[in-house]
């Protein structure tokens, strides 16, 4: 399984992004798909995963300002981040849980 994400970048507090993960390397339909987060010197955390029948499960310090979803037929999952804080800058990845094949990420940078 391969993962490719983007969307990231430099952000003032407040603002938006939207990330993109595409997975490739079997259907996609068939995983429930997690969103990590790393800053540095920080453990890898979860942030929201998606089942495969589009059940969401979202880590508290981002309810209410991030939203997964997912479309099968492209094989990619988004992760929509609005009101954006300073203690969400990190490198997001994703991936399946249990999965040992990382992308390289994308950098998330939130300016105060």
């Not at 938006?16 to 798909?33: E, K, P, Q």
């Not at 998606?50 to 979803?69: E, Q, Y």
Request: hydrophobic letters at 35%; a neutral charge; aromatic letters at 8%.
């Amino acid at each position: 399984l391969q993962f490719v994400e983007s969307g990231g970048g430099l952000v003032q507090s407040g603002g938006s992004l939207r990330l993109s993960c595409v997975f490739s390397g079997n259907t996609m339909a068939h995983y429930a798909i997690t969103w990590f987060r790393q800053a540095p010197g920080n453990e890898r955390e979860g942030v929201s995963c998606i089942s495969i029948d589009g059940t969401v499960a979202i880590r508290n310090a981002v309810k209410g300002r991030f939203t997964i979803s997912r479309d099968d037929a492209k094989n990619t999952v988004y992760l929509q981040m609005n009101n954006l804080k300073s203690e969400d800058t990190a490198r997001y990845h994703c991936n399946i849980a249990g999965g040992d094949s990382w992308g390289q990420g994308t950098q998330v940078t939130v300016s105060s």
